[in-house]
């Protein structure tokens, strides 16, 4: 948003470059587009597009929590970590760690595998052993949250 530009008169490549500058992905598609980052996914009105006054301000506050006061304005854009619903974020020295809850099982003695997070059942895997699943869980998990797999610590409970 320029300075002079009032949020009444912002168009939907105003708000799209604002979440594209606050490390969005954007993904066009036809009358919408795909914005992600982290765990956040919005299905916004799409490039050249007008937007409503109350719809700007709706989506100005539903993201003020995240991306902090101000941030249509392009008052605050802080490095700060998002807050995530997924897992702990960890500093170990300047590397952030993501540590999550994992769970592996298998339904019975021969039977492959299944991993998935119980705080987001929309990251599942499968492996021939429990390390296997384990792995492609990981793997997954860093994909969902746009890291690298050595930033995902899976944490188990060991059955006994």
């Not at 709706?58 to 993201?63: A, G, H």
């Not at 997954?140 to 409970?157: H, I, K, M, S």
């Amino acid at each position: 948003m320029t300075p002079t530009q009032k949020k009444s008169e912002l168009t939907a490549d105003d708000v799209l470059r604002v979440l594209e500058s606050r490390g969005f992905r954007l993904t066009p598609s036809g009358q919408h587009c795909l914005a992600e980052r982290d765990d956040i996914r919005l299905a916004l009105p799409g490039y050249g597009r007008s937007l409503p006054a109350d719809f700007v301000r709706r989506l100005d506050y539903s993201l003020e929590a995240i991306l902090g006061a101000g941030w249509l304005d392009g008052e605050s854009h802080g490095t700060e970590v998002p807050e995530r619903s997924l897992g702990e974020v960890i500093g170990v020295g300047p590397t952030q760690l993501f540590v999550i809850d994992a769970v592996v099982t298998q339904l019975s003695e021969g039977a492959p595998w299944s991993g998935f997070l119980p705080d987001d059942l929309t990251i599942m895997a499968t492996g021939a052993s429990r390390d296997e699943a384990l792995r492609d869980l990981k793997s997954a998990t860093a994909l969902w949250l746009g890291v690298e797999a050595n930033r995902v610590v899976l944490v188990t409970q060991t059955v006994i």
